[in-house]
């Protein structure tokens, strides 16, 4: 299995990027807001993707976006190219700013999601941050969810933040789940001034 490759971006389309690394070229389909050139020398981290009929890599620009696509194509109902249009629509802490308050009118402004895959991914989105949140966290995480909860933050607010958050310092971590939940708390409050 495939994790990462590393090499020189040597031809890109609509669908499909070809990465050369060390003289051997690998196509993917590439997953991400964040735009790629050609003759970059870039790290695409894989995700494979095997049924009866095809295999073909997936790649992504971070672990947080290839985990994400991970748990998203794990609902029934959402396939591949539901959860390539979301990557390459809006970038990742959006996204996921969009499935934590459930802004479906966002979601079905995307090319290819209708209001069906929107209500499935919105209603579905909780069970896996939940599910996905006691799956075993790496020790500085671990110090992470700790200092979070001490600090009076609930799990549910910034479990996805943590699950996602590229391994790095505990300090690095806490410092980058801190600045995103003031993001989101000083959206939250702008939207409520807006009501009144």
């Known amino acids: 299995m495939i994790y990462s490759l590393r090499g020189k971006i040597v031809e890109k389309n609509q669908h499909?990027?070809?990465i050369d690394v060390h003289d051997v070229c690998y196509e993917f389909l590439y997953c991400s807001f964040i735009p790629l050139s050609l003759e970059e020398?870039?790290?695409?981290f894989i995700h494979e993707e095997n049924n009866e009929n095809e295999h073909y890599l997936v790649g992504f620009s971070s672990t947080k976006e290839k985990q994400l696509f991970i748990l998203l194509i794990s609902i029934k109902g959402i396939g591949i190219k539901t959860a390539l249009a979301l990557f390459t629509s809006y970038p990742l802490d959006e996204l996921?700013?969009?499935l934590e308050n459930q802004e479906i009118s966002k979601l079905v402004s995307i090319q290819g999601i209708?209001?069906?895959s929107a209500a499935i991914l919105v209603g579905s989105y909780p069970f896996l941050i939940s599910r996905h949140s006691k799956e075993k966290l790496s020790n500085n995480k671990e110090e992470v969810k700790k200092a979070l909860v001490s600090l009076g933050y609930k799990e549910n607010e910034f479990m996805m933040y943590l699950t996602t958050a590229d391994e790095d310092s505990s300090e690095n971590i806490l410092k980058s789940i801190l600045e995103k939940l003031a993001k989101k708390n000083?959206?939250?409050?702008?939207g409520k001034n807006r009501e009144y």
């Open 114 to 116: 209708g209001r069906t």
């Open 96 to 98: 996921i700013s969009i």
């Open 186 to 190: 000083r959206r939250g409050l702008d």
């Open 41 to 44: 020398e870039k790290l695409v």
């Open 16 to 18: 499909n990027t070809v």
